[in-house]
């Protein structure tokens, strides 16, 4: 079967698009593209993200991204030449605007999709996992473990989008045993600082180049990393309530310049990230990246430096693209759901139990 996943995710970098083939466990990426959000698109999903908006605001963007998900796919197929007819199912995740607890919201209208391409999707993922005592997050370990297990390696697989989460499978593991969460900011805290530097001019620190020309804040480095949610055990999960706005206006308060800032923000990643790992999943064989975060070298190289016995590689080694791992997981759920199975993994989820997840809207 033939299924194209959309992912959106809390960076606002733009629509992931993967055409992935799957059979069974067999599963292969035809293709992938990204559509950038425009500036405009950008500040518009910011401004009702973590914020009183007027619900007028939020139904015209539903309808809004819906249009300019559709569009994305077609653009990813005609850029690979893949005839649109061929794909027969979408998952879309939705662009999150909401995410905290017990409470989530992603938007971008699964029936304008349906409408335009003439093909079904699987929409709104992480509500049932919700309603059977979940979190909602992260649904990706299913992919992660379809992919990466292992009969004699411990593997982590780490995703560094706006925010970081990473999977846990043991060697030999059964999907029982699979642990993940989010390990606390990835992408976004850095991102919003590069674009105050710059004026608008970057939407993210390319290569990590800025971070690397700059001096890490270690007492705001230090006040930052005891925050409790750390030292919390999973299931836990967190997003952009907790590492938006008013996170940024916390880090500014200091006083320190913006560069080195976004030093520490990258610091800040980075420490959080092998804190959790040596906490929760400690002396993993490999770390296999995906994601944004893979194209940081100051951040990579702080991982290196803090995981030295880790063998560090990304998602690439395996034949996926870091940049489309999570639409490629969409995929992957959405063929689940058309066929009635699970896709949670209740162990890192919290839910109480496996869970068919999201709402099908037809396209006839």
Not at 63 to 81: D, M, N, P, S, W
Not at 101 to 120: C, K, M, P
Not at 320 to 342: G, Q, S
């Amino acid at each position: 079967m033939r299924v194209a996943g959309i992912m959106s995710g809390t960076s606002l970098d733009g629509i992931d698009v993967a055409i992935v083939e799957i059979s069974g466990r067999k599963l292969n990426v035809v293709t992938h593209r990204t559509t950038p959000y425009s500036d405009a698109m950008r500040r518009e999903i910011l401004a009702v993200s973590n914020a009183d908006t007027h619900t007028a605001t939020i139904s015209r963007l539903n309808f809004a991204l819906g249009e300019l998900y559709a569009r994305a796919v077609i653009r990813t197929c005609k850029a690979a030449r893949v005839p649109l007819e061929s794909v027969e199912l979408i998952g879309c995740h939705g662009q999150t605007i909401y995410h905290e607890g017990t409470h989530t919201l992603q938007i971008g209208e699964a029936a304008v999709i349906a409408e335009r391409l003439g093909v079904s999707v699987v929409s709104d993922f992480r509500t049932r996992d919700i309603a059977a005592g979940g979190g909602g997050a992260p649904l990706v370990p299913f992919l992660d473990y379809r992919l990466f297990r292992h009969r004699t390696r411990h593997r982590i697989a780490l995703n560094i989008g706006g925010i970081a989460n990473f999977t846990s499978i043991p060697a030999g593991a059964g999907l029982e045993d699979v642990l993940a969460f989010d390990t606390g900011p990835g992408n976004m805290v850095i991102d919003a600082l590069v674009r105050e530097d710059t004026k608008g001019k970057q939407q993210f620190d390319r290569g990590g180049a800025i971070a690397a020309k700059a001096m890490v804040n270690r007492a705001l480095l230090d006040e930052l990393a005891r925050e409790p949610y750390f030292r919390k055990k999973p299931p836990k999960t967190t997003g952009r309530e907790q590492y938006g706005a008013d996170f940024v206006a916390r880090m500014k308060a200091s006083g320190e310049s913006i560069p080195n800032l976004i030093a520490t923000a990258t610091a800040f990643t980075a420490v959080t990230i092998a804190d959790a790992i040596q906490r929760f999943a400690p002396n993993p064989d490999d770390l296999i990246v995906a994601g944004g975060g893979v194209h940081n070298r100051q951040l990579m190289g702080t991982l290196h430096a803090l995981l030295p016995s880790v063998r560090i590689t990304t998602t690439e080694e395996f034949g996926i693209d870091p940049d489309a791992k999570e639409a490629v997981a969409f995929a992957l759920l959405a063929y689940e759901t058309w066929h009635h199975r699970p896709g949670n993994v209740p162990r890192s989820t919290g839910a109480r139990r496996p869970v068919i997840l999201g709402t099908v809207t037809y396209s006839k």
